[in-house]
């Protein structure tokens, strides 16, 4: 009998290039060439808006059988909405405001090549920290990127926050160019799992996979079977031999003559 199986999509850097929106063959290939043989599914630790303003608004829920947002805090089953947590009611606000003070004021001392505007923004289950500002174009985000990539800033500022707060459960994750995420501890993007049933396999597609990016935990769970992506047209080389592969196992099932009791 052939497996039942999702396909589980991180956004940026997977399905689109950092805050941009999907490309049109490629959304094309995933609803007319993808959904033909799995169901699809995306998780991005954004907050829905911006899910939806890269994936299609409207549409979003018609296409992927899930749509989970803030690493699955934020969760949606063919359009429906699933139960969810807060971050403040698992760390409790002092403990949160706290954390925010200290970033805004660790943030207010670093001296970068420029700085711009929402440094903090407040999720349902994170907050995402951007040393530079969320309000950065597309160009400064890359100049950011590349600054960031040779001076450490947003490793340097998790190491702070460890030390400050050794007590508080919680993980920092990179992601994206100019950000990174804290949530309590076993909120990374595998939360989202706990809603996904009834399948053989769960294939993950993801570009941050390494221990410490926001990819990583899904990427290694021993609930998923991993693809790590280096950009959208990646994704769509990679699923050309996922859906390559299921059909030849099809064709072998059909092909297979049942063993004869003697």
Known sequence: MSKKIICLFDVDGTLTDPRQPIKAHVEKFL??????????????????????????????????KYVFAEN??????DGKKLPTETI????????????????LKYISELHLPFKRGTFIEFRTGMINVSPVGRNC?????????????E?????????????????LALTYSIGGQISFDVFPF????????RHIQGYDE?????????????????????LTIGHRVTCPEDTINQLNVLIAL?????????FTVPMQCA
């Open 202 to 222: 769960i294939h993950f597609f993801g570009d941050k996979t390494v221990d410490g990016e926001n990819d990583f935990e899904i990427y290694e769970s021993d």
């Open 72 to 77: 699955g805090l934020i969760a949606f089953k």
């Open 31 to 64: 609803l007319e060439t993808v959904r033909k043989e799995f169901d699809i599914a995306v998780i991005g630790g954004s907050d829905l808006n911006k899910i939806k303003e890269q994936l299609g608004d409207g549409s979003i829920y018609e296409k992927y």
């Open 137 to 149: 174009t597309k160009e400064e985000r890359i100049q950011f990127y590349e600054y960031d990539m």
């Open 186 to 193: 076993g909120w990374d993007k595998t939360y989202c799992l």
């Open 88 to 103: 403040q009611s698992n760390i409790g606000e002092e403990a949160l405001q706290d954390l925010i003070n200290f970033c």
């Open 151 to 167: 001076h450490q800033i947003r490793q340097k500022f998790i190491q702070a926050l460890k030390k400050e707060f050794p007590d």
């Open 246 to 254: 299921v059909k030849e196992n099809k064709e072998k099932e059909q």
